[in-house]
């Protein structure tokens, strides 16, 4: 299965410039993905991280892994258009290499355990075949409109 941009975007509620995963090549229903981040220069984040030798934040790098696991649950959700997964935490995060404009992260993302509203997932971000993030994740399922309410 592979999934583009616009599929992508039916399911995921980012949009630009903070949609971070542009293709879905691999779903194994409630218990894994595998998602594509191609890298660019393009990115507004590069102008100041860092000048002359640009590297992606590592909190975009975790970003890219939390959608494209909120991608894979929202798949799950009937009503997903009133649904967001939030992230609540996040543990065993090894930042092994930079990620550079030119790269193509390849995002690996296992569900470990799935309890009513609460997910924990396990991924890996890979460059050219080589680990350079992996985290374990903590995400919720809120409702859209509570959320949106004044002290909810």
């Not at 030119?102 to 995002?107: H, L």
Request: proline share 6%.
């Amino acid at each position: 299965m592979v999934l583009d941009i616009v599929e992508i975007q039916k399911f995921l509620p980012q949009r630009f410039p903070f949609l971070m995963i542009d293709r879905i090549v691999e779903v194994e229903k409630l218990k894994r993905i595998v998602a594509i981040k191609n890298v660019t220069i393009n990115e507004a984040h590069f102008q100041g991280h860092f000048p002359g030798h640009p590297v992606m934040p590592g909190v975009l790098i975790l970003e890219s892994i939390a959608q494209t696991g909120g991608f894979l649950l929202l798949q799950e959700i009937p009503d997903r258009e009133n649904k967001f997964w939030y992230l609540a935490s996040m543990s065993d995060v090894k930042f092994r290499k930079p990620v550079i404009p030119g790269d193509q992260m390849r995002i690996e993302v296992d569900v470990l355990v799935w309890k009513g509203d609460l997910v924990k997932i396990q991924a890996k971000a890979k460059v050219d075949g080589n680990v350079v993030t992996e985290a374990t994740m903590l995400c919720v399922m809120v409702d859209r409109e509570k959320e949106n309410q004044p002290g909810k």
